[in-house]
C-alpha cells in the first residue's frame, strides 16, 4: 500500500482489516460482522421498530432494510407487523438466537486478540478516539 497521510484513507485501510479479522472468525457461523452487529443490537432492543434499530446502529433505513432481507432470507429475524414500514418491528428466530450464540464465542476471541495486540492503554485510547469521531456528526 502506497504511504499516506490521509486521516479518511487510514481509518478505511483499518476497518478493512479489522473487519476482515470479525468476517474470518464469524464465517463457520454464516454471518460477517455487519450482520453479527444487527444480530447483537437487535437481542439487546428486544423487538425494536425499523426506525429505532436504524437510529441504534447509526444506519440510514435503506442500508438497514437491505441488511434486514439478507438475514430474513436466513431465517435469522422475522418482521412483523405494523401499520406501515417504518413500524414494522424486527426480532430475533430462534435460529437467529442459535446464530448469534454460536457466534458470541468467535467475537470475543477477535475481541481478546485484539485487545492483547493493542494492550489495555492503548485500546482505552483508541476506544476514546473513536467515540469522539463518531460525534463529529
Given at each position: 500500500m502506497l504511504p499516506t497521510l490521509c486521516l479518511c484513507t487510514k481509518l478505511r485501510r483499518a476497518t478493512r482489516s479489522v473487519n476482515r479479522l470479525y468476517d474470518d472468525a464469524l464465517a463457520g457461523v454464516g454471518v460477517n460482522a455487519a450482520q453479527y452487529s444487527l444480530l447483537r443490537n437487535l437481542e439487546r432492543l428486544g423487538r425494536p421498530s425499523i426506525t429505532e434499530l436504524a437510529e441504534a446502529?447509526?444506519?440510514?433505513?435503506s442500508t438497514l432494510g437491505r441488511n434486514l432481507r439478507v438475514l430474513e432470507g436466513k431465517g435469522l429475524l422475522a418482521l412483523e407487523g405494523g401499520e406501515d414500514q417504518r413500524n414494522r418491528l424486527v426480532s430475533l428466530t430462534a435460529a437467529g438466537r442459535a446464530c448469534l450464540d454460536q457466534a458470541k464465542g468467535a467475537w470475543a476471541?477477535?475481541?481478546e486478540q485484539l485487545g492483547q495486540r493493542l494492550g489495555p492503554e492503548k485500546r482505552a485510547t483508541l476506544m476514546a478516539l473513536l467515540d469522539e469521531l463518531e460525534g463529529l456528526d
Open positions: 446502529l447509526g444506519l440510514d433505513r476471541q477477535v475481541q
